[in-house]
Structure formats: C-alpha cells, structure tokens
C-alpha cells in the first residue's frame, strides 16, 4: 500500500513455553486434580450414606458439579488449542472462557441448593455421627489441598483455570468446615453444627464465584485488562519520535493470556517512506512489547488529516 494508507503489524502467538493458550501448559495438572477430585467425591457419597452427614452429602454435590467444571477446563483447553480458520480467526481461544463463565453458572447453582438445604436442616436437625465424619472430612482437606498446589500458579495465568482453581478452593474450605462441625457435635452435641458448616460452605462458594463471573463478563465484553493502563499506553505511544496523534485505541482479550491492541498512529509524513515505516511499526511493537506484554499489536499508520476520511464508525 502507498505511504499515509493501511499499514498492519502484528504479532501473536501462545505465552513463552507453551503451545496454546495460557492454561494449556497445565492441562496436566488439570487432569491429576480431576481425579483426585473424583476419588473424594466417591468417598464423601459413601461418607453421606454411612453418617447421613448434611454438610457431607453437601459437599458430595459440589464436588460433583466441581468434577464437570474441571473437566469442562480441560475441554475448552482442548478446543482452544484448535488451529484458526478463514471464519474462525483467533480458532477457538474463547472457549476458554465460555468455560470459565459456566462453572460460574455450576458454582451459584450448588451455592444456592445448598443453602436451601441448610436452612431446612437448622428448622429439623438429624443425629449425625461426628467422629466417622471427621475422618471422611480430613480426606477431603488433604486431598483438595494436593489439588490446589498443583494449580496454584496456573489460577494466576488463567481464567479457566482459575475457575477450576477456586472450585477445589471451595471443596477445601467445605472439607475443613465438615471436619470443624464434626468436632463440633462431638464435643457439644449441638446437632445443627451440620447445617451451619453447609451454611459456611454456601457463602464461601458465591463471593469468590461472582468475582470470576465479572471477570469473565469483562473478557466477552472486550474490556480493556485489567493490568493494563490505558492513559500509560497512550503516553507512551506519544512519546515515540514522529507520532503525531493517535486514535481508535482498543486494548482488549481474547482470552488469558492472549491481550491484542490495534491503534491508529498519525505520523509525521516525512517518516512514511518505507524505512521510515519499518522503524516506526518496530519501534511500537517494542514499546508496547516492552512496557505492556501486549505482543499482539495492530497499527494503522496515517499522515495528519486522514482521520477526517475515515468512517464515522471508525471513531
């Protein structure tokens, strides 16, 4: 194209040491957590049976719909890491999320049927045996929190995993609150400690759940990250020799890991020549490489004025 027209930069990719997206590089540790997650849930289902623990049965249901949120993780993973297509340009990255927003979904659903059941155990408390409880909770603790260190730095990097991250979080603290009202009734005798615990259980699970929620709605809505100051980048841009002006600024994610910006740069006109160009695009892609970790940079390089040609919708 001739100088003061289009001109794209761009470049993308997955993060350093890995071949997909963010979470792809535990997709392994993903798996271990699945099953260590499947095996308490089998024990606390026996646990509920044998003690007909509420907080027990409780935490059997969450793990259960924690094992689909785990393994929904895997899945997204899986199609995320599926080559892009004519029609499908970033491939399939945003699954994802579409991941992470359901076990939001799974998450508020367990959290409100177990508080339905623990209000309903307070009003008509039942004999539960403390100290076979204790032992099927203490199972739970150890082995969500193997799980949770296996996905500790991941939850950091990711959003699908850290929805499976804070599933298991919620199965530890549920675990920890069972073996505690099991304690409880041993020593005490007070009955309703059951349903407490599972009251416990309930409110840890939705504030942790709504944050990841808005996290998610932030990335389908195109939000700018949230580690990314959009005035800075701006300055930044600015302060390059020969840049003029900028406009149509969007930073925005397509999923963990993945930020893209696209920006239109006016630039001195004497500095649209072909070496001029170059040293241009190559000196924004450092600068936003450098100072913002967004790779994955689209520039449209302009002379002055050309602004007032382009579409309104550009704006």
């Given at each position: 194209?001739?100088?003061?027209?289009?001109?794209?930069?761009?470049?993308?990719?997955?993060?350093?040491?890995t071949t997909g997206t963010a979470a792809a590089a535990y997709k392994g540790r993903l798996r271990m957590a699945?099953?260590?997650?499947?095996?308490?849930?089998?024990?606390?289902?026996?646990?509920?049976?044998?003690?007909?623990?509420?907080?027990?049965?409780?935490?059997?249901?969450?793990?259960?719909?924690?094992?689909?949120?785990?393994?929904?993780?895997?899945?997204?993973?899986?199609f995320a890491g599926r080559p892009a297509s004519s029609r499908r340009t970033f491939g399939y990255a945003r699954?994802?999320?579409?991941?992470?927003?359901?076990?939001?979904?799974?998450?508020?659903?367990?959290?409100?049927?177990?508080?339905?059941?623990?209000?309903?155990?307070?009003?008509?408390?039942?004999?539960?045996?403390?100290?076979?409880?204790?032992?099927?909770?203490?199972?739970?603790?150890?082995?969500?929190?193997?799980?949770?260190?296996?996905?500790?730095?991941?939850?950091?990097?990711?959003?699908?995993?850290?929805?499976?991250?804070?599933?298991?979080?919620?199965?530890?603290?549920?675990?920890?609150?069972?073996?505690?009202?099991?304690?409880?009734?041993?020593?005490?005798?007070?009955?309703?400690?059951?349903?407490?615990?599972?009251?416990?259980?309930?409110?840890?699970?939705?504030?942790?759940?709504?944050?990841?929620?808005?996290?998610?709605?932030?990335?389908?809505?195109?939000?700018?990250?949230?580690?990314?100051?959009?005035?800075?980048?701006?300055?930044?841009?600015?302060?390059?020799?020969?840049?003029?002006?900028?406009?149509?600024?969007?930073?925005?994610?397509?999923?963990?890991?993945?930020?893209?910006?696209?920006?239109?740069?006016?630039?001195?006109?004497?500095?649209?020549?072909?070496?001029g160009q170059e040293k241009m695009l190559h000196d924004l892609q450092g600068c936003l490489g450098e100072h913002?970790?967004?790779?994955?940079?689209?520039?449209?390089?302009?002379?002055?004025?050309?602004?007032?040609?382009?579409?309104?919708?550009?704006?």
């Open positions: 194209m001739g100088a003061g027209h289009d001109h794209g930069h761009t470049h993308g990719g997955p993060p350093p040491g699945l099953g260590i997650t499947l095996t308490v849930l089998l024990a606390y289902v026996a646990g509920s049976l044998l003690t007909g623990s509420l907080a027990l049965f409780a935490e059997a249901g969450h793990m259960a719909t924690d094992a689909v949120g785990v393994a929904m993780a895997l899945l997204a993973i899986h699954a994802e999320i579409l991941a992470a927003l359901l076990n939001c979904l799974l998450l508020l659903g367990v959290g409100g049927f177990i508080l339905f059941e623990a209000v309903q155990r307070l009003t008509n408390p039942t004999e539960v045996p403390g100290a076979q409880t204790v032992v099927f909770g203490l199972v739970g603790v150890v082995a969500n929190g193997i799980s949770l260190a296996l996905l500790m730095r991941g939850q950091k990097e990711s959003l699908n995993v850290r929805g499976a991250f804070l599933e298991v979080l919620s199965d530890a603290l549920g675990s920890l609150a069972v073996v505690l009202s099991a304690v409880v009734i041993m020593v005490t005798g007070w009955t309703q400690a059951d349903a407490v615990a599972s009251l416990v259980i309930a409110l840890m699970i939705v504030p942790r759940t709504l944050k990841l929620l808005r996290e998610a709605l932030d990335v389908l809505l195109e939000a700018a990250p949230k580690n990314v100051d959009m005035d800075e980048v701006r300055a930044h841009i600015m302060a390059l020799p020969g840049v003029e002006d900028l406009h149509d600024l969007h930073v925005w994610t397509i999923t963990s890991g993945m930020p893209v910006l696209s920006a239109h740069v006016v630039v001195d006109p004497s500095r649209l020549d072909s070496a913002f970790a967004v790779e994955h940079c689209t520039f449209q390089l302009e002379p002055s004025g050309h602004a007032d040609h382009e579409a309104r919708l550009c704006h």
